[in-house]
C-alpha cells in the first residue's frame, strides 16, 4: 500500500467515525449562528493516582440559533467552517439546570 492510499483510507476511516462531543453552552447569541461550548474529561494523574478536570471551549457552528446558555449540547467533528469552527451542533441533550430538553 503506498503512502497516497494510506492517506485515503485514513480520510475515509475519520469520515466514517466523527469525533462526537457533549458539553454545556457558554456563550451564546454574541455572534451569528455560533455557540461556545465547554467540554470536560477527566484525566487520570500518573503520580499522584488522582482523576483531575481538564476543560476545552470549542466554536460551534449553530444554524438555527436554537441552543441557550446553560444548555447540554452534543456537537460533531466537520469540515472547517471558518477559522475557529470545525464543529457543528448535532442535537440539544437537556437544559443543565432543570432537566427539561430536548433531543433534536
Not at 469520515?15 to 465547554?38: D, E, F, R, S, Y
Request: hydrophobic share 35%; aromatic share 4%; charged share 30%.
Amino acid at each position: 500500500m503506498t503512502n497516497s492510499e494510506e492517506k485515503l483510507e485514513t480520510i475515509k476511516t475519520a469520515q466514517a467515525h466523527p469525533q462526537v462531543l457533549n458539553g454545556v453552552v457558554v456563550g451564546a447569541g454574541k455572534m451569528t449562528k455560533t455557540i461556545t461550548v465547554l467540554v470536560e474529561r477527566l484525566v487520570w494523574h500518573p503520580k499522584l493516582h488522582k482523576q483531575y478536570r481538564r476543560s476545552k471551549k470549542y466554536l460551534v457552528h449553530d444554524e438555527k440559533n436554537e441552543a441557550q446558555l446553560d444548555e447540554k449540547v452534543t456537537i460533531e467533528k466537520c469540515r472547517p467552517i471558518s477559522a475557529h469552527k470545525s464543529f457543528r451542533l448535532v442535537g440539544r441533550v437537556a437544559n443543565a439546570e432543570n432537566g427539561k430538553g430536548e433531543k433534536s
